[in-house]
């Protein structure tokens, strides 16, 4: 899928965001994540708020990558915060856990101490060089979450690099097939315990 030169082994560059950072590269990061998540073009002018407003949530943390022959452009962004009750996200989650199932104690536990990884993309044409991998080692390390949780949609076979990514590295079921308010695709719902273990 990638198009550039960059040799497989040469690693990515991964770099910390500072909130204002972040949203002064919003017109910048933005499109990553419509290409990566194939949305219409122009759903980053909605999106725009909203990705400012999280980045004032407790805990939030963001981290870009670019690649060494292009240090200047980021072509993958990732970024989360601490879980709480009174976000969207949680309610929908904790709304689908109900439907699956899951009893009100269950629903508690997961729910009660959590870092959500709230998007991680990659520039479709820079895929394949682990930089999903950099990214989400670099934005869960030293979390004082318990668990990490996050969404994405399905896959038939789950076969894509998501997917993939997120096995390797042990993410565990916690609601397949829930279709979030405002989006017609089936997600999956994704967590693990923190630490990260291994090199």
């Known amino acids: ?28 990061v933005l499109p ?18 909203m990705w400012s407003e999280h980045s004032a949530r407790p805990g939030w943390k963001a981290v870009a990558a670019a690649l060494p022959e292009e240090p200047s452009t ?11 009750p009174h976000q969207w996200w949680n309610q929908q989650v904790r709304t689908g856990m109900r439907h699956a199932g899951y009893p009100p104690e269950t629903i508690d536990a997961v729910l009660g101490d959590y870092f959500e990884l709230t998007e991680l993309h990659v520039r479709p044409d820079a895929q394949g060089h682990r930089i999903g991998e950099a990214l989400l080692r670099r934005l869960l390390s030293d979390r004082p979450e318990r668990t990490v949780l996050l969404s994405t949609p399905e896959a038939p076979g789950e076969d894509n690099r998501a997917w993939r990514l997120y096995r390797r590295f042990g993410f565990r079921d916690v609601v397949r097939h829930f279709r979030f308010t405002g989006d017609a695709r089936p997600f999956a719902v994704l967590g693990r315990d923190l630490p990260l273990e291994g090199p």
Do not use: K
Request: charged fraction near 20%; proline fraction near 9%.
């Open 1 to 28: 899928m990638s198009t550039d030169a960059t040799p497989r082994g040469a690693a990515p560059i991964v770099v910390d965001l500072s909130a204002a950072e972040f949203r002064a590269r919003l017109p910048e």
């Open 74 to 84: 980021l072509v993958a962004i990732a970024y989360g915060y601490c879980g709480s």
């Open 32 to 49: 990553i994540y419509v290409a990566a998540m194939r949305y219409p073009r122009g759903t980053e002018y909605h999106r725009a708020p």
